[in-house]
């Protein structure tokens, strides 16, 4: 990397700025060879996962407990998602075994670990070794000179000229990855995105535009008795916002022209169509009567604006009453709470997700764990019951993790190798400081 060049006449800040800039590239050069070490280690820790798989069993699901495994235990260390500590050991071992050129030139902090990453992200389809150092070589040369995002750019240009195959066999293979996604962005919001063929993808887009287009012509309101079309009021929304809104309302109201529910081309009334959305949102009782704003959440973690929470509460057909202890928030119990069939919703109330350390699986799509099994004298009892996911709970039972509940609710972990890790229970109340009433304020 290049040190700032000097100027004619620099005065005070111009050299304070000089030399800002001078220690964030020493510190980039020293983050690019921690993240090296970091790769290799994490290689290496996927190595002995594979080892250990080989030598124990034939199985590929007990093959990928393994790995599981050495993933959490990383995962609950430093505090990260198993699962994207497995992703990234994946990532790792391909740097090190594919591309030596591209470790070394992160070790000498040339390139960043984004960079290297996008060399093996687009590199994957590329899986002849001479084809692939030479993609490797090519891109790197680049990867010096632009950003990683440049990077990823030219990349995609070079795999399209080495690729083996062509574009409809690629397609064909492509076209399994469809998918869609979601993702929070905070404020009540969130992001949801689709992989889809392009030709649909575009028809989607295009239809959605047409619609929007023929919405802001409609005249929404004009002033009373006054007909001329400048006085004329229309929709005050952007595309942007009516695309959504037209997005939102085929998605949440519509149903499937192909149903293999009911076998056949079907109307809206059909099988699939008649599935209708589920949310748990959690609304504390002033703010479910009025008389507050604060502490409604989808999940019992995801924060949502009262005036949501409150509209989808008056069209619930049914809903829980949970109590929760003054002090400290936990729930103590739900208001019908009855077993076996409260149980269920007792726990999902209490732990809200998947109660592995750093998972947030929502509850309902969580397996009723005993804690201390069943078999060996477990009771079936909310003090020895946690909702796991499905990835947890067979963590658990392949695996030697225990887990022991507190009496507060937390759920103290115990990793096969012997480290411990705590997930606290969730809770509805945080007190915080109220300004004073003013004077003469009656008491509330
Ligand atoms: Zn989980």
Redesign the pocket.
């Known amino acids: 990397m290049t040190r700032t060049a000097s100027i004619a006449h620099p005065d005070e800040d111009d050299v304070a700025l000089a030399e800002l800039i001078d220690g964030l590239i020493t510190d980039d050069e020293a983050i690019a060879q921690i993240e090296a070490d970091e790769i290799v280690r994490l290689a290496a820790a996927l190595r002995i996962a594979k080892k250990r798989a080989a030598t124990q069993s034939v199985e590929t699901r007990m093959r990928e407990v393994e790995e599981r495994s050495i993933a959490s235990e990383i995962g609950t260390a430093l505090r990260v998602h198993d699962r994207a500590i497995q992703n990234r050991m994946h990532a790792a071992l391909e740097l090190v075994e594919d591309y030596p050129a591209t470790l070394d030139a992160l070790a000498e902090s040339r390139i960043s670990a984004r960079h290297a990453m996008v060399i093996v992200e687009e590199g994957r389809d590329l899986v002849d070794p001479d084809t692939r150092a030479l993609y490797e070589r090519t891109v790197l040369e680049r990867a010096f000179l632009v950003t990683a995002p440049a990077t990823r750019t030219f990349a995609e240009q070079v795999v399209e000229e080495l690729h083996p195959r062509s574009i409809t066999e690629r397609h064909r293979e492509a076209v399994k990855g469809r998918t869609v996604w979601m993702q929070r962005r905070g404020e009540g919001m969130s992001e949801l995105g689709m992989i889809a063929p392009t030709v649909l993808a575009e028809g989607i887009w295009d239809r959605l535009t047409q619609q929007a287009h023929e919405t802001k012509t409609v005249q929404v309101a004009a002033p009373e008795g006054d007909t001329e079309d400048d006085d004329a009021v229309y929709d005050q929304r952007n595309l942007d916002q009516i695309r959504a809104d037209v997005a939102i309302d085929l998605l949440l109201t519509g149903g499937p022209t192909i149903d293999p529910t009911t076998g056949a081309i079907t109307g809206p009334a059909g099988g699939l169509a008649a599935i209708q959305a589920r949310a748990s949102i959690v609304i504390p009782a002033l703010t479910a009567a009025g008389l507050a704003d604060r502490g409604a959440t989808l999940d019992g973690a995801i924060p949502v604006d009262a005036d949501t929470a409150r509209c989808l509460l008056a069209g619930a057909s049914s809903w829980e009453r949970i109590l929760t202890h003054p002090i400290h928030g936990h729930v103590l119990a739900t208001d019908t709470y009855r077993r076996p069939a409260n149980l269920d919703r007792y726990l999902a109330a209490r732990d809200m997700h998947?109660r592995?350390p750093g998972?947030r699986?929502p509850a309902r799509h969580c397996d009723r764990d005993h804690n201390r099994d069943w078999a060996l004298g477990g009771p079936t009892d909310a003090c020895n019951l946690a909702c796991?996911?499905k990835?947890?709970h067979t963590l658990k039972t392949e695996k030697p993790w225990k887990p022991m509940q507190l009496r507060d609710g937390s759920i103290r972990w115990t990793s096969p190798h012997g480290r411990v890790s705590t997930d606290p229970p969730e809770r509805y109340v945080i007190f915080r400081d109220e300004p004073d009433p003013p004077p003469g304020a009656p008491p509330f």
Do not use: P, T
């Open positions: 998947c592995f998972c699986r796991l996911c990835r947890h």
